[in-house]
């Protein structure tokens, strides 16, 4: 490549950088190919062939995140290998609750300046994330923002798209009174809370808190709260595929309050078990340490369940055995029950 510009290097950009930085993550990327994938990192736009056999209606489903403010953890840590697999959960774990299976991804990372070896970290972690949910990683951007960002700082956001027949599409609509809900465990926070996370430890005035190791979590604050966002694809798909299924919700932004009600029809609420939760005590060292009530716990935080599947009850035992038999752990959480309050604790 003998594309250079030192006029645009003193202005701030280093497109050699960026090279490097290309050159990279090619393995990384390459790790992801699936049959689908068509021609190869350099070009002006990912290219994939989807398999359309047995399709009657193909409903393509998409969705688009960023990390949040759990960036500045990985930025006060220096460890960046992992928040890629949060950018590609959080999105791949959304088309999910439509039945989708995500076919590709695409991350678009913005930074102060170009740092190749952090990039590097950064798609390796979004590659390995495209991993676990079987999806292939077809292209990207990676933009360096002098004066608009600090030079060592970086933004993070993803985009997927899936797949689903029409009439395998789950809906609001097919939830029903009497329905069980299996729950499936988080890692711990996930990628949503971190404002009030980083306020009830005062992340940013002291962020060598980060390093205090504590007994509970079996680790540092700092390791806990970095642990990866979990990717249900592989199981959940497997349980689509093995039993009836009415309805997915993702747990993430606005806790239970926000998110389970987005999988109920109108006069249906969820009557939940809190107890049957495996406890995960980053929520329990949390809520002490910011003095935080139950209710805004549960409003925020996922509180220990990543995501929620609607089942007849006579198919619960059925969902928890092809979940299990996937090695993804998953417990009976509570019901569907008439009412209009959403959620019931």
Avoid: W
């Avoid at 009497?178 to 962020?207: C, K, Q, W, Y």
């Avoid at 700092?222 to 747990?251: F, R, S």
């Avoid at 990543?306 to 979940?323: I, R, S, T, W, Y």
């Amino acid at each position: 490549m003998k594309s250079q510009s030192e006029s645009y290097r003193a202005a701030g950009v280093d497109i050699t950088a960026g090279y490097e930085a290309v050159q990279r993550m090619r393995a990384h990327v390459e790790r992801t190919y699936t049959p689908g994938v068509l021609g190869g990192l350099g070009g002006f736009g990912g290219l994939f062939a989807p398999n359309l056999t047995g399709m009657k209606q193909p409903v393509l489903v998409s969705g688009a995140d960023g990390v949040g403010t759990k960036l500045r953890v990985a930025l006060y840590m220096d460890k960046h290998d992992t928040i890629g697999i949060d950018s590609v959960a959080m999105c791949v774990n959304d088309i999910l609750c439509a039945g989708a299976a995500p076919l590709f991804f695409l991350d678009y990372i913005a930074c102060g300046r170009n740092n190749p070896q952090r990039i590097e970290a950064i798609v390796a972690g979004v590659a390995e994330g495209c991993v676990q949910a079987g999806c292939a990683l077809v292209g990207g951007e990676t933009a360096e923002h002098p004066g608009v960002m600090p030079p060592d700082e970086y933004d993070l956001a993803g985009f997927a798209v899936g797949l689903v027949d029409r009439d395998k599409m789950l809906d609001t609509a097919q939830v029903q009174a009497g329905d069980v809900l299996v729950g499936l465990p988080s890692s711990g926070v996930h990628s949503n809370g971190f404002s009030l996370v980083r306020h009830v430890f005062s992340i940013d005035e002291a962020p060598a808190v980060l390093g205090k190791p504590y007994a509970e979590l079996g680790t540092s604050l700092g390791q806990a709260l970095l642990q990866p966002t979990c990717i249900y694809v592989k199981p959940v798909l497997h349980l689509l595929e093995g039993c009836e299924v009415h309805g997915l919700c993702h747990i993430t932004g606005g806790g239970f309050y926000e998110n389970i009600p987005r999988m109920l029809p109108g006069g249906l609420a969820a009557k939940l078990d809190v107890a049957a939760i495996p406890p995960l005590p980053i929520f329990d060292v949390i809520a002490k340490e910011g003095g935080i009530p139950p209710r805004d716990m549960y409003n925020t935080f996922n509180m220990g369940v990543g995501m929620c599947a609607a089942v007849p009850a006579a198919e619960a035992d059925k969902a928890l055995g092809l979940l299990r038999a996937e090695g993804q752990a998953a417990f009976v959480l509570g019901e569907v029950v008439p009412g209009e309050e959403g959620v019931l604790l």
